[in-house]
């Protein structure tokens, strides 16, 4: 399978092309902030803490999941080292590379900011059944968002789904994650906020990998 990397999300242990500055910018440009308008959030929501319980995880319904937005496993020709993973946001997929000419492949949901933001990061931090800490930017143009300006506990009703992923550059949070989903028949959509989603048990997979 030979794969163009030009458009993809490279989560790797290297630098990122673009500053948290600029991806405030930008998710300022997404919801509508208004910059004499941002509230002073209590520090101590951070880092977003995980639920105390630890839900089942309840399995989507393969019937509803296009097959080729199941999990895989498919031959993998690029460069990257084992351990990496690939978001293609147009074609909807996650690749996580293996150490054996394979990736496993799964299926995910994207968002605007998912098409337009590509570089590289790390994971700096991984939650199970974490606290949803809206950005105060979607607090603006978002009800839901509002009603848990915050913080919305973990749990099976939770839009960051069963796991998460935080992606850091730089040392800074780039406010994109990678997490499950609470909406199954989101996976293969352009549906987001920016995020990337992925079933819960698929989440739940890549988190333990």
Request: hydrophobic residues 40%; charged residues 25%.
């Amino acid at each position: 399978m030979s794969v163009s990397r030009r458009n993809f999300l490279r989560t790797a242990a290297l630098g990122l092309a673009t500053t948290a500055l600029a991806q405030q910018a930008f998710a300022d440009s997404i919801y509508g902030f208004h910059p004499d308008a941002r509230p002073l959030r209590d520090e101590s929501l951070y880092p977003p803490v995980e639920s105390p319980i630890d839900f089942p995880i309840d399995l989507a319904d393969a019937d509803e999941i296009p097959e080729r937005f199941h999990r895989q496993l498919v031959a993998w020709e690029g460069p990257e080292e084992p351990g990496t993973i690939i978001v293609d946001p147009g074609q909807r997929f996650l690749y996580l590379v293996r150490d054996d000419g394979s990736a496993i492949r799964y299926g995910v949901g994207v968002g605007r900011a998912g098409f337009a933001w590509n570089g590289e990061a790390t994971i700096g931090m991984k939650r199970r059944w974490p606290r949803w800490l809206p950005p105060e930017e979607m607090i603006y143009r978002d009800a839901k968002a509002l009603e848990w300006a915050n913080g919305m506990p973990g749990g099976p009703e939770n839009p960051l789904g069963a796991r998460a992923l935080y992606l850091h550059a730089n040392g800074e949070d780039t406010l994109y994650r990678i997490h499950g989903t609470n909406d199954p028949k989101s996976i293969g959509k352009a549906m987001s906020s920016g995020c990337i989603r992925m079933l819960n048990e698929d989440v739940a997979d890549l988190f333990e990998r």
